[in-house]
T-cell receptor, first 112, second 112 residues
Framework: GESVGLHLPTLSVQEGDNSIINCAYS??????FIWYKQESGKGPQFIID?????DKRQGQRVTVLLNKTVKHLSLQIAATQPGDSAVYFCAGRYSSASKIIFGSGTRLSIRP | DVKVTQSSRYLVKRTGEKVFLECVQDMDHENMFWYRQDPGLGLRLIYF???????EKGDIPEGYSVSREKKERFSLILESASTNQTSMYLC???????????FGPGTRLTVT
């Protein structure tokens, strides 16, 4: 069936370094992907999205890269800060107009 | 500012009780969703609704039902709560098309 997963359950980076969080998906027909950030005790918050006709999209300190050939996307966070500590989910849209499937999440921790 | 609110942040119920979780959005979104979130399993879709009085089963609908009588409100019902329904429940809404979902803060339900 369709799946969206994350490569690593945890990631630890030094404050100020760049973070790269990876995600793989199984359905080549998926046309829309989203990255969410979930802080402790809160619901997921939208970070950035990308449509399948794009390879790259940039936001404020974040970049999402989409490689459709290998069905992989990544979230890059520049100059990681303590406030970036959270669980990060990728999600992909499949078949249904609005239903999306979430990966299991990567917990990002920041070393001072 | 977009807003999705959930009726309770924390809820403790006894096995066999009927439980209502309510979600309200103020963005005039057509689509609303209920997820449960468990450690290591990510977000799993229980039910979603794409219009008033319309509903579709998600990946784990067993033991749950939903109601959407008004566009802004989507209720999740546990007819007879069981201990394996102890979880974090997240409500979300989105507009039509490939748009991101906006999440509420979650309800942590404990069934004893």
């Amino acid at each position: 069936g369709e799946s969206v997963g994350l490569h690593l359950p945890t990631l630890s980076v030094q404050e100020g370094d760049n973070s790269i969080i990876n995600c793989a998906y199984s359905n080549s027909a998926s046309d829309y992907f989203i990255w969410y950030k979930q802080e402790s005790g809160k619901g997921p918050q939208f970070i950035i999205d990308i449509r399948s006709n794009m390879d790259k999209r940039q936001g404020q300190r974040v970049t999402v890269l989409l490689n459709k050939t290998v069905k992989h996307l990544s979230l890059q966070i520049a100059a990681t800060q303590p406030g970036d500590s959270a669980v990060y989910f990728c999600a992909g849209r499949y078949s249904s107009a609005s239903k999306i499937i979430f990966g299991s999440g990567t917990r990002l921790s920041i070393r001072p | 500012d977009v807003k999705v609110t959930q009726s309770s942040r924390y809820l403790v119920k006894r096995t066999g009780e009927k439980v209502f979780l309510e979600c309200v959005q103020d963005m005039d979104h057509e689509n609303m969703f209920w997820y449960r979130q468990d450690p290591g399993l990510g977000l799993r879709l229980i039910y979603f609704s794409y219009d008033v009085k319309m509903k579709e089963k998600g990946d784990i609908p067993e033991g749950y039902s939903v109601s959407r009588e008004k566009k802004e409100r989507f209720s999740l019902i546990l007819e007879s709560a069981s201990t394996n329904q102890t979880s974090m429940y997240l409500c979300a809404s989105s507009g039509q098309g490939p748009y991101e979902q906006y999440f509420g803060p979650g309800t942590r339900l404990t069934v004893t």
